[in-house]
């Protein structure tokens, strides 16, 4: 089976009262987009639109072929290693890792290693993962 052609990976904290700085002050990194609840932000589009909670994400560069273990590891080290301080997060915000795999044949697959998911389950990530066949993968480069 081949490889998986494309993935991305983006690490989402989001809750009502979240505030990206304190997010950042806990996790000692820097998102790549954030937002407050109530932020006007603009859309692709050019609309406004009005934030309906606060988030905090950080994205890893795009891999392909695909490697969530790279980006994984590309989003983790940047922030804290601290345990205690990720499940005060947990406690308090959603947490997960957003993952997009693009498809550009029938048969494509990917593995995660026992360390990628250790990392992700000690500190409460949820893993999401969005698969786009061939057809919609084209569609979405």
């Given at each position: 089976m081949a490889l998986i052609s494309r993935t991305k990976a983006t690490l989402r904290i989001s809750g009502d009262d979240l505030l990206p700085e304190d997010i950042t002050n806990s996790l000692g990194g820097f998102p790549t987009h954030e937002q407050t609840r109530g932020e006007e932000l603009e859309t692709s589009s050019g609309s406004i639109r009005v934030a309906k909670f606060g988030m905090w994400c950080l994205c890893a560069t795009e891999q392909e072929p695909g490697d969530l273990d790279c980006q994984?590891?590309?989003?983790?080290?940047?922030?804290?290693?601290?345990?205690?301080?990720?499940?005060?997060?947990?406690?308090?915000?959603?947490?997960?890792?957003?993952?997009g795999l693009f498809m550009e044949d029938e048969m494509e697959g990917i593995s995660l290693?026992?360390?990628s998911l250790q990392k992700l389950g000690e500190r409460n990530i949820l893993l999401d993962l969005d698969i786009y066949g061939p057809d919609e993968a084209e569609e979405n480069l």
């Open positions: 994984i590891s590309e989003i983790l080290e940047q922030l804290t290693s601290n345990l205690n301080a990720w499940q005060e997060l947990a406690d308090n915000y959603k947490i997960d890792l957003f993952c290693s026992p360390e």
